[in-house]
Nanobody, 124 residues
Framework: QVQLAESGGGLVQAGDSLRLSCTAS????????MGWFRQAPGKEREFVGR????????DFAASVKGRFTISRDNPKNTVYLQMNSLKPEDTAVYYC?????????????????WGQGTQVTVSS
């Protein structure tokens, strides 16, 4: 069972960039597709994007497409969320999650394993 830990959150200004990291325990990282989700106060946890475990195919929510990207470094057991042109509405706790599916979708139920989250705050 994989354990995940996010890092890299912080307070930034609108228009800034930030890179989040998620590191997995164990030696099975390459067997998982990795997703990023976020949750703002009073809102449901929502899909941000994912990178597949096979060919590294990418999928993003419309709200972040063109601004965010995801990469992974399997030897380091790490997945990254690069966030550019940040907006105040990006403020949320960001979570990484793991799925055994080859190309999981946007439903959080497709991701059984979750990190504890890291806070991203974007000021105007």
């Amino acid at each position: 069972q994989v354990q995940l830990a996010e890092s890299g959150g912080g307070l930034v200004q609108a228009g800034d960039s930030l890179r989040l990291s998620c590191t997995a325990s164990g030696r099975t990282f390459s067997s998982y597709s990795m997703g990023w989700f976020r949750q703002a106060p009073g809102k449901e946890r929502e899909f941000v994007g994912r990178i597949s475990r096979g060919d590294g195919s990418l999928d993003f929510a419309a709200s972040v497409k063109g601004r965010f990207t995801i990469s992974r470094d399997n030897p380091k057991n790490t997945v990254y969320l690069q966030m550019n042109s940040l907006k105040p509405e990006d403020t949320a706790v960001y979570y990484c999650a793991a799925s055994a599916y080859l190309r999981p979708g946007q439903d959080k139920r497709e991701y059984p394993y979750w990190g504890q989250g890291t806070q991203v705050t974007v000021s105007s």
